[in-house]
């Protein structure tokens, strides 16, 4: 794993740093980034090392802060992505952050962030802490207020977009936890047709409410 690994971006902002020193936090975030996904618990300690070497670099706290994440140490990820959010002023990471809040038994603060947001958001950052928001409206009990979070203009089966599955998905089972079956089954078929890369189980979530 390589300093030359990390995208041009990337490189530009480890600059600050002595060159020594940017290669080998450079070649850990290269390692954190390649196991996040098959060994979250490791990318997280070479996410964390980088962090002992350059806590100042907006850059290594966002990885340290997304590993935290996947390796499900809530506190730690919100703690990092809270960091960065000081050092860049991005809103990137809000729907995470609004997540960490849920999983840490705290979905008021979810919906304060989701709040906070307003409405500069970019679309899918956007979608995205709709669904956190709609998730912690379920948290409290409020499952008609989760339903109604997800609607919008993009909630059409019409309308295509990356994040589309996700968002019919969500309303598909928000539908379902109120008791609405019917559309739920109608929800999670549009969320099938427009999950071209069959990343959720839509189809037998239908199939099984079909036969219930």
Known sequence: M???DLDPE???ELRSLAKPVAELVGRHLVAAGRLIDEDPEL??????YART????????????????YHAGEWAEALGELRAVRRMTGAQTHLPVMADCERAL????RALDLAAEAGSGLPE????????VAAGARRDMGQLDAAVVTLQGPDLDPRVRRPWSARLFYAYADNLEAAGRTEEAIRWF???AE???DEETDAAERAIELGAE
Not at 43 to 48: D, G, M, P, T, V
Not at 105 to 108: A, I, L, N, S, Y
Not at 124 to 131: P, S
Request: glycine share 4%; charged share 30%; hydrophobic share 50%.
């Open 2 to 4: 390589q300093f030359s």
């Open 105 to 108: 038994g705290r979905p008021e």
């Open 189 to 191: 078929l549009n969320a």
């Open 10 to 12: 990337a490189r530009r």
């Open 43 to 48: 990318a997280l300690e070479h996410a964390r």
């Open 194 to 196: 427009a999950d071209l």
């Open 124 to 131: 899918e950052t956007a979608v995205e802490l709709r669904i």
């Open 53 to 68: 070497r350059a806590a100042r670099v907006a850059l290594v706290r966002e990885a340290a802060g997304l590993t935290a």
